[in-house]
């Protein structure tokens, strides 16, 4: 078992809050992070369908059995246990009583800021970062090879093959998670349409494209993208256009959350042919872009993520919004930084002064190399150290 870093945050919410909800795809670690932080508290899966039917039928005396509080797995499968939830915190409402994980966000979220709006404290549990990673005895320290195998965590601490456990995941997701977002009737159009997002991950989406190419009408394809982020596969960024006089495109971009995945659908078979796959710099950039995401959301922030283009050629990949300051990084999977990868940061930050942003922009080139150092331009930060990217950053600041 690795440390996960959501344990510090995860620990500081039920000292102010009677329940705590812990999202995030199936297998990113749930479970063992909160068997872990509560070692002490009864452990209540709600996919066992004799407690599901238990908590269904008798909320009250389910709730009643494990009145002293519990770890309630998988929330969503008994959704209607959040209102009965509600009534017994309010008659005994001490803090930490009750810790919620689940896979799928928004069911969660309706029904919790519904019931228990200002009770429940909301953290998410995505695969380890690379720091996290560190934490099993054995990781590859090749980029393409990472990059390739993903990081959820079963890989790692079952040592199963990384093409076969992703392969596997991929059949029960579609089976299961998907019939329980919504019914979708046709799973093997809808397997096509996840394939054809992996294929673009990195860009931006245009739903029409992608829902004729998946021989779906555009609202159908918008639908299936919800499902996906739902199941924490994929999130969108969206683009940063406030105040800005210029042609910007207005797309947001898709991401895959976890670029052994996009390998997996894509049918990457081997690191080596990632090396040299059109879509490798896609695949780096989106694996960089979940880093960053995962630094934050394991530190119970909200990731406030954008991208930025011009119709006539300026672009950023990424824009990070912490308070005041605004991180505006480029994502270059190249191992030898290139004068290029700095020229746009300089009328980027024309553009914003211009809007009218009055915040510090600190610039930053994320890259496929192995040296990290301060450049004129930006900071430079090698592959490996993307974990402490924002760390970097207020150090330089400081």
Same mark, same amino acid.
């Given at each position: 078992?690795?440390?996960?870093k959501?344990? #510090?945050k995860?620990?500081?919410?039920?000292?102010h809050?009677?329940?705590?909800?812990?999202t995030?795809?199936?297998? +990113?670690?749930?479970?063992t992070?909160c068997?872990?932080?509560?070692p002490?508290?009864p452990?209540?899966?709600?996919?066992?369908l004799? @407690?599901?039917?238990? +908590?269904?039928?008798?909320?009250?005396?389910?709730?009643?059995?494990?009145?002293?509080?519990?770890?309630?797995?998988?929330?969503?499968?008994?959704p209607e246990l959040?209102?009965?939830?509600? +009534?017994d915190i309010?008659?005994?409402?001490?803090?930490?009583?009750?810790?919620?994980?689940?896979?799928?966000?928004?069911?969660?979220?309706?029904?919790?800021?519904?019931?228990?709006?200002? !009770?429940?404290?909301?953290?998410?549990?995505?695969?380890?970062?690379?720091?996290e $990673?560190?934490?099993?005895?054995?990781?590859?320290?090749?980029?393409?090879?990472?990059l390739?195998?993903?990081?959820?965590?079963?890989?790692?601490?079952?040592?199963?093959p990384?093409?076969?456990?992703?392969?596997?995941?991929?059949?029960?997701? @579609?089976?299961?998670? @998907?019939r329980?977002?919504?019914?979708?009737?046709?799973?093997?159009g809808?397997?096509?349409?996840?394939?054809l997002?992996?294929?673009?991950?990195g860009q931006?989406?245009?739903?029409?494209?992608?829902?004729?190419?998946?021989?779906?009408?555009?609202n159908?394809?918008?639908?299936?993208?919800?499902?996906?982020?739902?199941?924490?596969?994929i999130? !969108?960024?969206? #683009?940063?256009h406030a105040?800005?006089?210029?042609q910007?495109?207005?797309?947001p971009?898709?991401?895959?959350?976890?670029?052994?995945?996009?390998?997996?659908?894509?049918?990457?078979?081997?690191p080596?042919?990632?090396? $040299?796959?059109?879509?490798r710099?896609?695949?780096f950039?989106?694996?960089?872009?979940a880093?960053l995401?995962?630094?934050?959301?394991?530190?119970g922030?909200q990731?406030l =993520?954008?991208h930025y283009?011009?119709?006539?050629? =300026?672009?950023?990949?990424?824009?990070?919004?912490?308070?005041d300051?605004?991180h +505006?990084?480029?994502?270059?999977?190249?191992?030898?930084?290139a004068?290029?990868?700095?020229?746009g940061?300089?009328?980027f930050?024309?553009?914003?002064?211009?809007?009218?942003?009055?915040?510090?922009?600190?610039?930053a080139?994320?890259?496929?190399?192995d040296?990290?150092?301060?450049?004129?331009?930006?900071?430079?930060v090698g592959? !490996?150290? @993307?974990?402490g990217?924002?760390?970097?950053?207020?150090?330089?600041?400081?």
């Amino acid at each position: 078992m690795i440390q996960r870093k959501l344990s #510090a945050k995860l620990l500081e919410l039920t000292r102010h809050y009677p329940v705590v909800a812990v999202t995030g795809p199936r297998q +990113a670690g749930k479970t063992t992070l909160c068997r872990a932080t509560f070692p002490d508290k009864p452990r209540v899966s709600l996919e066992s369908l004799d @407690v599901r039917e238990f +908590a269904a039928h008798d909320p009250r005396g389910f709730l009643h059995e494990y009145r002293q509080g519990a770890v309630l797995d998988e929330i969503q499968q008994a959704p209607e246990l959040v209102s009965y939830l509600q +009534a017994d915190i309010d008659e005994r409402p001490e803090p930490g009583r009750f810790i919620l994980t689940g896979s799928q966000h928004p069911a969660i979220s309706q029904t919790i800021s519904q019931s228990l709006a200002g !009770r429940c404290g909301m953290l998410t549990l995505l695969p380890p970062d690379i720091d996290e $990673l560190r934490g099993f005895p054995e990781i590859p320290d090749e980029l393409f090879t990472l990059l390739w195998q993903g990081s959820y965590p079963r890989i790692y601490d079952r040592k199963i093959p990384a093409a076969q456990w992703l392969a596997d995941y991929i059949a029960t997701y @579609v089976q299961r998670d @998907v019939r329980q977002v919504v019914n979708v009737g046709d799973l093997i159009g809808f397997t096509s349409f996840l394939r054809l997002c992996a294929g673009r991950t990195g860009q931006e989406i245009n739903l029409s494209a992608l829902g004729a190419d998946a021989g779906v009408s555009h609202n159908t394809a918008r639908a299936w993208l919800s499902i996906l982020e739902a199941c924490y596969i994929i999130h !969108r960024v969206p #683009a940063y256009h406030a105040n800005i006089r210029k042609q910007v495109v207005k797309a947001p971009k898709l991401h895959f959350f976890d670029s052994g995945l996009a390998c997996a659908l894509l049918q990457i078979r081997e690191p080596g042919q990632l090396r $040299l796959h059109p879509l490798r710099g896609a695949i780096f950039e989106s694996w960089a872009v979940a880093e960053l995401y995962k630094t934050l959301a394991h530190q119970g922030e909200q990731p406030l =993520l954008h991208h930025y283009r011009e119709s006539r050629g =300026l672009e950023v990949d990424i824009l990070v919004q912490r308070g005041d300051t605004l991180h +505006a990084v480029e994502i270059k999977s190249g191992a030898t930084a290139a004068a290029d990868f700095f020229k746009g940061f300089g009328p980027f930050r024309e553009r914003m002064r211009g809007a009218g942003f009055a915040g510090e922009i600190v610039n930053a080139v994320i890259y496929g190399g192995d040296t990290s150092q301060r450049r004129s331009a930006a900071r430079l930060v090698g592959w !490996r150290d @993307v974990g402490g990217f924002f760390a970097g950053a207020e150090a330089e600041k400081g």
